[in-house]
């Protein structure tokens, strides 16, 4: 599978890593579009994946699938350059938060396009792919988008639109709530009187152990929690003072705010 990133930015990476250690492709079948030359070179030594500074030369390699990965606000006008190059057989996936499958198609002449909401822990092939396509993407062209995402960790298609703008607030944004809530929890400890190495590893586990028993165990968050908590306990002295800093309603507040952005986003 041939593939071309348009933008070599930090989503790109994470994907190519995710691509590269699952052998999805080699390195020689991949080929990134960036302006920068220090960020081309890095790439290129890096990985050995083919650089170039000509979005056209990346399109017109003829590449299988070809990711768009720029910020929304450089969209219009990338597409706007590469659309004729865009030949019929190849598949337009784009990652960019915001943008609709009818701004894609319309901005192009191309009416292949699939929109897929990825995270960074994709690099280690624990990320959260969430995708839709346009009624144009055939049967092959989904599985070929199956099995570019599948090594990237777990795929997730869904019919309905609206629920790739969600994602992103969810899934796409949702790694930096996570590490800035472990931060949080690094810092406590330092502030009680650990070392920061300590503190950093029982953090960094107690996020890890949780997540993987929420996941193994199936159990509702809520009830794990409960069993966790007694009253009087420690666990519960520590919860009212979330609660009384108002942790639920702050994280369901920044996921909508996360939300709106990503549908005002897609209007730039
Ligand atoms: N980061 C995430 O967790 C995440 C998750 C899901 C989706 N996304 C989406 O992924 C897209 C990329 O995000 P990112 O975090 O990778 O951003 P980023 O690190 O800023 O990467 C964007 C890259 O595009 C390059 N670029 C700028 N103008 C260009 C042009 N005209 N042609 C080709 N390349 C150009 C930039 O180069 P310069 O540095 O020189 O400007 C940069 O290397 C965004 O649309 C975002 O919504 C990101």
Known sequence: MTISFIG???MCEAILKGILVAKGATPDEITIAEPRKIRRNELSKKY??????SNLNAVSNNADIIVLAVKPQVVSF???EIDKSISTRQLLLSIVAGVKLDTLTKSTSHASVIRVMPNTPAQIGSGVSVWTASNSVSDKQKEMVVSLLQPLGIEIYVENETLIDMSTALSASGPAYVFAFTESLIDAGIHIGMSIELSTELAIHTV???AKMLKETGIHPAELRNLVTSPGGTTEAALIKLEAGGLRSTLIQAVE????????????
């Open 8 to 10: 070599g930015g930090a």
């Open 48 to 53: 050995g994946v083919i650089t170039t500074a």
């Open 78 to 80: 990338v597409l706007n």
């Open 208 to 210: 890890l152990g949780s």
């Open 257 to 268: 705010a996360a939300y709106q952005r990503a549908l005002q986003l897609g209007n730039l």
